[in-house]
């Protein structure tokens, strides 16, 4: 089993920035796609970004595209997410994830997923 740890997740104003990172361990992942979804109470889950495992491909959901950016550092065993120009909108519980490809990360259907970071941004 692999076990994917979030953490970066805080308060920030709108217009501010946040840097989350996944830590993986207990499989072999550095192959695996991995990325981030997110889900706020009364709303429905949404797929954040992903990143396939040379790190030379990704892909944005169309609400965080030009705001926020994926990268890995396979050598960590670590994905980060760097979100710039934060909305109120934003404000979710921020999952890790991973699988054998990126479609299934931005399908929300990835075998692996943490525990969720909170990231709360206020206007």
């Known amino acids: 089993q692999v076990q994917l740890v979030e953490s970066g997740g805080g308060l920030v104003q709108a217009g501010g920035s946040l840097r989350l990172s996944c830590a993986a361990s207990?499989?072999?992942?550095?192959?695996?796609?991995m990325g981030w979804f997110r889900q706020a109470p009364g709303k429905e889950r949404e797929f954040v970004a992903a990143?396939?495992?040379?790190?030379?491909?990704?892909y944005y959901g169309d609400s965080v595209k030009g705001r926020f950016t994926i990268a890995r550092d396979n050598a960590k065993n670590t994905v980060h997410l760097q979100m710039n120009s934060l909305k109120p909108e934003d404000t979710a519980v921020y999952y890790c994830a991973a699988d054998a490809t990126t479609t299934a990360i931005a399908r929300m259907t990835s075998r692996y997923w943490g525990q969720g970071t909170q990231v709360t941004v206020s206007s």
């Open positions: 990143i396939q495992w040379t790190g030379t491909i990704t």
């Open positions: 207990g499989g072999t992942t550095i192959d695996y796609a």
